[in-house]
């Protein structure tokens, strides 16, 4: 049984730039969440697939956006970078219906 | 709105004293509450759920629904039980794995 990895682990990016975030999820898996991380926060929701279509979205503006495959793996696309977006981002995958969440290690952005 | 609130950021128990982190919450329907565990170079991984009602690593967390608290107790603190701790709710609508978070409580056990 594989767990969920996420790609990039670490990468700077500057303001107005876009980046790609990806999630493998953990075998038997059909659903991905993404969580933001401040520094000193707990995990804030962002999204969930479920069906490679958005199923619950937090409070991020349309410049956060994602995608889920049929494989079930995952990206999370941020538009028009932010100093403010600079985060840890945690990608979820769980069985619908079970509400546990099995976390990855997260990719951590930095915007100059 | 639903939120989740861990009053301390940081507390320090020595080792075999009792440990009671602390998670109040507000939400308008029934929640779903959870205790995660981040361990250090660790991943965020769940530690318990009430509706387990389990004992995991000697910690238990009873959900008062009057005093709308979870919180996480053990009796004798553990110098491995030193990690970050996210207090956690969702719908308990089967399905809906929002989880809104707390900002957490770093607990030290001093050896």
């Known amino acids: 049984e594989t767990g969920v990895t996420q790609s990039p682990t670490h990468l700077i990016k500057t303001r107005g730039q876009q980046v790609t975030l990806r999630c493998s999820s953990q075998?038997?898996?059909?659903?991905v969440s993404w969580y933001q991380q401040a520094l000193g926060q707990g995990p804030q929701f962002i999204f969930q697939?479920?069906?490679?279509?958005?199923?619950g979205r937090g409070n991020f503006p349309p410049r956060f956006s994602g995608l889920q495959f049929p494989n079930y793996s995952s990206e999370l696309n941020v538009n028009a970078l932010e100093l403010d977006d600079s985060a840890l981002y945690l990608c979820?995958?769980?069985?619908?219906?079970?509400?546990?969440?099995?976390f990855g290690a997260g990719s951590r952005l930095t915007v100059l | 709105a639903q939120r989740v609130t861990q009053p301390e950021k940081l507390l320090s128990v020595f080792k075999g004293a009792p440990v009671e982190l602390k998670c109040n919450y507000s939400?308008?329907?029934?929640?779903?509450l959870f205790w995660y565990v981040q361990y250090s170079r660790q991943r965020l991984q769940l530690l318990l759920r009430?509706?387990s009602r389990e004992s995991i690593k000697g910690f238990t967390a009873d959900l008062n629904k009057g005093e709308t608290s979870f919180h996480l107790k053990k009796p004798f603190a553990q110098e491995e039980d030193s990690a970050m701790y996210y207090c956690?709710?969702?719908?308990?609508?089967?399905?809906?794995?929002?989880?809104?978070f707390g900002t957490g409580t770093r607990l030290t056990i001093i050896p």
């Open positions: 009430h509706i």
């Open positions: 956690a709710l969702t719908s308990s609508n089967f399905g809906n794995e929002k989880l809104t």
């Open positions: 697939y479920y069906r490679e279509e958005e199923n």
């Open positions: 939400y308008s329907g029934s929640p779903e």
């Open positions: 979820a995958s769980s069985f619908r219906m079970a509400n546990v969440l099995t």
């Open positions: 075998s038997g898996h059909n659903t």
